[in-house]
């Protein structure tokens, strides 16, 4: 499977490659493939790569009129929509910079984001983004012209997408020839939860590395690959599997512009890979629990299929099975999986992807039960994405090997560090801290604490900055601890607590689906979750489950007393990144006297 490739295989076959000039190919083999998708109310409207590439023509015309040239940088804000796509290929060929941003920015962010990448010109979707740069025109004069994609909100600004596609065509190939491999290709702002966003600066040669990469690690051909566009693009996964990947190799990409109907959408468009970070999946799997809990003894049926399937489907990853095995494996899919997997959109998902935050074992391993190809990535925005990844032989637990061509291995205190054609040149505009990442031999120091098996399989243990060193001096992963709390069927996300406390405890919040079918199960009268939450038999129930969980941990390491909450932490919040990271300070300040009662 090309699993061995060294550096220089990789290095030689993308060389002279840019994304403008890759995507042009694209457009050459397959004019007339889907490459877009959207929902317009209810029906479903798209672009063939040969419609994209127009488009991605009059726009880089209309680029080069507001004064878009080489150099430049270009600062897009806007949800999950086609448009995205062009604009951000249409820069590229003008030579300059796309750098997405968080929809979530507030207007102090916004100055900052925009004025440290140095932003000429700013791409919004519509009046509520546009505002954000209006209040802070004033702090970046660098900022020459605003651009919006809402015609109704064009007054507002120096003028509109609609405007801005209505050129002759530019002579792409022209375009594409200016681009170098070594040219930026974006600037990935960090998620900011230690301190100000760093800019990752990747490049033309990094993106096309990355993507040379996965290519040796799928068993298809990717032409064609249905898969759906919902986390943000300012997010390094979602840019490089859906945006770049879609580009270079005639994926068809579905955006969906609200990452909380990913769900219902999969259930229309039947993706053939899916990527999420854990609480996609975490959701799907507590829908279709809560479902079945309405029916004891379906409910108690489909886990004893589970139960059956598992070894089999975790064997399947590492060997050929026997025909008695593929013979019950095919028996159990008929009679209790394949209509779930219909029934949740997941029938035709030939790869499925969980990153960003670890993923609970037997979450990951009930995917696998049931038919869905689950496996586990790691990696961050400095490495273009991926790291470690195995998408067919899969260990629970572990997140896969080292891509091709990439060296990953352990410092002396454990920290993961990697070599690669992924790994970034540095941080725009920031030697100091480019320092700390990359040493002078060119690793990239991850910030992770791993372990490496002997067969080259990497488990994560913690962020170094987040281990918790209890008063008593042991070093504990809360990762580890809130994987294993949010396998209690009632607890929906947790955050462990214990730094320079005297023993670990943890704040869990009640799953806003699973919790409600159990109490009517229970034969609980309730109004709300919050009812739920201060109900006696929940906490019974969520500290059994707590023992139960916590008992292959050290007593050290153990929670020994939780707060139930009731409020779901939502992405983008107080809680949570964008893309479900927890803010542990934001937690801390929040909950403050929550956690300051666990101790009294």
């Given at each position: 499977?090309?699993?061995?490739?060294?550096?220089?295989?990789?290095?030689?076959?993308?060389?002279?490659?840019?994304?403008?000039?890759?995507?042009?190919?694209?457009?050459?083999?397959?004019?007339?493939?889907?490459?877009?998708?959207?929902?317009?109310?209810?029906?479903?409207?798209?672009?063939?790569?040969?419609?994209?590439?127009?488009?991605?023509?009059?726009?880089?015309?209309?680029?080069?009129?507001?004064?878009?040239?080489?150099?430049?940088?270009?600062?897009?804000?806007?949800?999950?929509?086609?448009?995205?796509?062009?604009?951000?290929?249409?820069?590229?060929?003008?030579?300059?910079?796309?750098?997405?941003?968080?929809?979530?920015?507030?207007?102090?962010?916004?100055?900052?984001?925009?004025?440290?990448?140095?932003?000429?010109?700013?791409?919004?979707?519509?009046?509520?983004?546009?505002?954000?740069?209006?209040?802070?025109?004033?702090?970046?004069?660098?900022?020459?012209?605003?651009?919006?994609?809402?015609?109704?909100?064009?007054?507002?600004?120096?003028?509109?997408?609609?405007?801005?596609?209505?050129?002759?065509?530019?002579?792409?190939?022209?375009?594409?020839?200016?681009?170098?491999?070594?040219d930026l290709v974006t600037v990935i702002y960090t998620s900011g939860t230690t301190g100000p966003p760093k800019g990752v600066r990747l490049s033309h040669y990094n993106i096309c590395w990355t993507a040379e990469s996965y290519m040796r690690l799928i068993d298809r051909d990717p032409v064609g690959l249905r898969t759906i566009s919902y986390l943000p693009m300012a997010h390094v996964a979602e840019r490089v599997a859906t945006h770049y990947?879609?580009?270079?190799?005639?994926?068809?990409?579905?955006?969906?512009?609200?990452?909380?109907?990913?769900?219902?959408?999969?259930?229309?468009?039947?993706?053939?890979?899916?990527?999420?970070?854990?609480?996609?999946?975490?959701?799907?799997?507590?829908?279709?629990?809560?479902?079945?809990?309405?029916?004891?003894?379906?409910?108690?049926?489909?886990?004893?299929?589970?139960?059956?399937?598992?070894?089999?489907?975790?064997?399947?990853?590492?060997?050929?099975?026997?025909?008695?095995e593929e013979a019950t494996l095919a028996f159990l899919d008929e009679v209790a999986f394949a209509p779930v997997r219909a029934l949740i959109g997941l029938d035709a998902c030939e790869v499925a992807v969980s990153g960003a935050a670890p993923i609970p074992v037997e979450i990951l391993e009930w995917f696998r039960a049931i038919g869905v190809p689950m496996s586990e990535i790691y990696g961050m925005s400095e490495n273009?994405?991926?790291?470690?990844?195995d998408p067919y032989e899969i260990k629970p637990g572990t997140v896969g090997r080292q891509i091709p061509g990439c060296t990953v291995q352990l410092a002396e205190d454990g920290?993961?560090?990697?070599?690669?054609?992924?790994?970034?040149?540095?941080?725009?505009?920031?030697?100091?801290?480019?320092?700390?990442?990359?040493d002078d031999e060119g690793w990239l120091h991850t910030g992770d604490i791993g372990e490496i098996d002997d067969e080259g399989y990497v488990r994560i243990v913690d962020r170094k900055k987040e281990l918790i060193i209890t008063a008593g001096g042991k070093n504990v992963s809360p990762a580890n601890l809130e994987a294993n709390l949010k396998m209690i069927p009632l607890v929906g996300q947790a955050c462990a607590i214990g730094d320079q406390r005297p023993f670990v405890s943890a704040l869990v919040v009640l799953d806003p689906e699973i919790a409600p079918a159990w109490a009517r199960s229970q034969g609980i009268e309730f109004d709300s979750i919050a009812d739920l939450a201060a109900n006696p038999a929940v906490k019974d129930e969520v500290e059994r489950g707590v023992a139960d969980v916590m008992s292959v941990f050290s007593n050290a390491e153990q929670v020994k007393k939780v707060t139930i909450l009731s409020d779901e932490w939502l992405p983008d919040s107080e809680e949570l990144t964008p893309t479900s990271k927890l803010k542990r300070r934001g937690v801390h300040a929040k909950y403050a006297e929550e956690i300051e009662a666990l101790y009294r």
């Open positions: 499977m090309g699993k061995q490739a060294t550096k220089e295989e990789i290095d030689a076959a993308v060389e002279g490659q840019t994304v403008p000039a890759q995507f042009l190919k694209t457009v050459a083999a397959h004019p007339d493939r889907v490459a877009l998708r959207w929902k317009e109310g209810d029906d479903w409207a798209s672009w063939t790569f040969g419609e994209y590439a127009d488009l991605v023509a009059r726009a880089t015309t209309g680029l080069s009129h507001v004064g878009v040239g080489p150099g430049d940088r270009v600062v897009l804000m806007m949800r999950n929509r086609p448009e995205f796509h062009v604009l951000d290929m249409a820069v590229l060929m003008r030579g300059a910079t796309p750098i997405s941003i968080y929809n979530s920015s507030s207007a102090d962010q916004v100055a900052y984001l925009a004025g440290h990448s140095e932003a000429s010109v700013a791409i919004v979707e519509d009046a509520g983004f546009l505002e954000r740069f209006t209040k802070v025109r004033d702090k970046l004069p660098g900022l020459r012209t605003t651009v919006v994609l809402d015609e109704a909100s064009a007054c507002d600004a120096d003028g509109s997408y609609a405007r801005l596609i209505d050129h002759e065509p530019a002579d792409l190939d022209t375009s594409a020839a200016t681009v170098k491999p070594d990947l879609g580009a270079l190799f005639a994926e068809e990409v579905t955006t969906c512009p609200d990452p909380t109907q990913v769900a219902a959408y999969a259930r229309e468009i039947h993706p053939q890979a899916l990527f999420g970070v854990p609480r996609v999946w975490e959701k799907i799997y507590a829908g279709v629990n809560a479902a079945l809990a309405a029916d004891p003894e379906k409910s108690q049926k489909f886990g004893e299929a589970i139960d059956a399937a598992k070894p089999l489907a975790l064997a399947k990853a590492m060997r050929e099975l026997t025909a008695e273009s994405g991926p790291l470690t990844w920290e993961i560090v990697a070599k690669g054609g992924n790994v970034f040149d540095g941080y725009l505009g920031d030697p100091e801290k480019t320092a700390d990442a990359l």
